[in-house]
């Protein structure tokens, strides 16, 4: 340990930054972890596009019925199926988790704890290759004889375990194959992040100064390590169900269906807070900065998103309250997802004090920010509805149930990724995004999202079930055409003003004022380095830390915020 | 391959060695992998009580000789890491080939025994219980395997004196394939 403090302190850089390097050796088979973050975004805003165009395809269908959907065709039945399963599976895996937990994750973690590289470079490239290959395979399932797997990102047996009622017998173990390639790069990635936290820290960097970002996408891997190992089980059973014709979920055959959406929700509830963590420690970083405020009581946080990563465990029956559980485990489920909402609850109770008194700055990342909040109490509130067993009979499997997971999923990934991106941007590329297009964007995107999700609600609460192919063929559905309509042509509206944010990136990557290093005047390391930042990070040696990352507005200094690497004896004398 | 490690790497503000700490992740993600498995497994085996029945076709003898052989194997790999610690790489080597032998045993007397139950009829296909049984313990023989390759990889290192504290770390993961197997035995075999 003295050995390495001193090297660092030094400044004897071990990597050769000036080193000119090759085409190949910078972006395709890099293992710096700034570029390894940049081709998880990447990689994750090209599969948000496909699953964006997948929901395109399968509401056009919805709203029009039967007609041919301009840059699509004419929607059938299996293909209506694949479109709703992989837009589904896209979204989460290979959009949330990668954006939320791999990019940021990646370009955050060494630069805020003052590292010149994650622990394992190599493991992290490899974790990318891997993802990349997962996605290859996931969009290969389309192409194969039978189509892309339609049984629903949930792949509950027998549909998904048996060729003859799937009617996908190559899509669905394509699916199977490119999920369970996913979850490997995620522990590979997850590994890396976790040890790297806990190892790598700049000297002085105690539990308590580490930034609320980073613990969250931490605590994010270890429930995703902790929670998938089943699921993981689960889908070898799965897949030799599939391809060699074992038994495992087949009753005929001693196996137990039920088995599987055990295993599944074991890992798919922990999942929701492994994405949910990392968006909510965006935009804890995001509102300090743009209140000039310390993130108000730092540990009570920290220890509720311990807290519900822990009672995460615990609800996953919530998601089986009409597969035929025991009724008595019903009650329990019920109790323990009411619980887990407090928790949430008080974490958004904490941010809303760090929001109070605060000198607050409208920008668009504090845009993204404050709606990410607004917006996630809709879908937690809506879920109470869902969590007490009573009220799920009649609400499972409707539109309702559909409206509230984009409630919280919409937050996270879109929201959360946009708050990210827009605060992160500077620093990724050196430059500013354009306010003005900035705000445009995020008007228009929340303004149509909501339009979107409240008539899903009014549909579900009507009893429409969800994955219908077409409400026409029921007569007590059919009056309520408009709504689908509505929620169809405001998804248009959605995708339409993404093409601004798209625009934005790419001229403001090119032609955006120059950020400097410190655009937004914020306390934590990331911001002590040039914009971009070079090879190894911080060229003339690693930073120390000597404080919180929240040092906001504190009395006595001259500037408003206290960067963590400023040693303690600039301070004026008390 | 030459890379220059990067200063990160060599940080331990735990005081645990990076590479020590890793290793401990991955066997904590590996335990929930088999806890899946076995707790699916268990579940069934308690609902279905004919499958002790099944269970009664599994040859304990078998069982029981892979046992000591991966047992011994992993006093092996001790044996491996009382030697690094002493500076002897080809030693740790030699040892870490005694462990790699005890594997590549380990794996013969497996092949084996499976070709005698394929041969009576008791296949994967068969029902429940030789479903988990192959998977479980074809699993098992995969980390097997893997730990092999990593084992081989790390002594051609240390013969030459390099990377030693690897030699430990391989050890570790060796011990968690070990106990895995502590906890498919009796659950595939003794019990019936």
Known sequence: MAEAGTVETHGAHAHDAHHEQSFWSKYIFSTDHKMIAMQYMFTGIVMALIGGYMSYAFRMQLAFPGESVPGYGVVSQGEYNALVTNHGTIMIFWVAMPVLIAAFGNFLIPLMIGADDMVFPRINRLSYQIFFLSAVVLIASFFVPGGGFGGAWTAYPPL?????????????????VAVALEFVAFLLGGINFITTLM????????????PMVLWMIVIASILFMASVGPLIAGAVMLFMDQVIGTGYFDPGRGGDPILWQHLFWFFGHPEVYVVLLPAMGIVADIICT????????????????????????????HHQFVAGIDPRMANVFTITTLIISIPIAEMIF?????????????????????????????GGITGIFLGASGSDIYFHDTYFVLAHFHYTFF??????????????????????????LGKIHFWGTIISFNAIFIPLFVLGAAGQHRRIYNYQNFPDLAGLQDLRVFATTALLVMLAFQAIFLFNFVVSLVKGKPAGKNPWKASTLEWTTESPPPHGNWPEGLPN?????????????????????????????? | MSTTRPIATTRSATGIPTGKLAVWWVIGSEIVIFGGLLASYIMHRIGHPEWAEYASHTNTWFGGI?????????????????????????KAARWLLATCAGGAVFIGIKAVEWTGEIQHGYTITANGFWHFYYTAAGIHALHVIAGCIIMLIIANDARKGKELHRVELIGIYWHFVDIVWIFLFPLLYIAK
């Open chain 2, 66 to 90: 892979n046992t000591f052989v991966l047992l011994t194997s992993s006093l092996f790999a001790v044996l491996a890491h009382y030697a690094a610690e002493h500076g002897d790489g080809k």
């Open chain 1, 350 to 378: 904490l941010y809303i004090a760090t929001l109070y008194g605060g000198s607050i700055r409208l920008t668009t990342p504090m845009l993204w920010a404050l709606a990410f909040i607004a917006e996630f109490i809709i």
């Open chain 1, 199 to 210: 190892n790598a820290r700049a000297p002085g960097m105690k539990m308590h100064d580490i």
């Open chain 1, 411 to 436: 937050p996270i990934a879109i929201i959360g990724f946009f708050a990210g991106v827009t605060y992160w941007f500077p620093k990724m590329f050196g430059r500013m995004l354009d306010e003005t």
């Open chain 1, 160 to 176: 998904s375990s048996s060729a003859e009622y799937s009617l996908t017998p190559l899509g669905s173990t394509l699916w199977l």
């Open chain 1, 545 to 574: 830390c000597y404080r919180g990352p929240y040092e906001y507005s504190v009395p006595g200094r001259e500037d408003d915020y206290w960067p963590q690497n400023v040693p303690p004896d600039t301070a004026p004398a008390e």
């Open chain 1, 290 to 317: 743009f209140s000039r405020k310390k993130l108000f009581n730092y540990k009570l946080i920290l220890y509720t998103a311990f807290a519900t990563g822990i009672i995460s465990f615990f609800v996953w029956a």
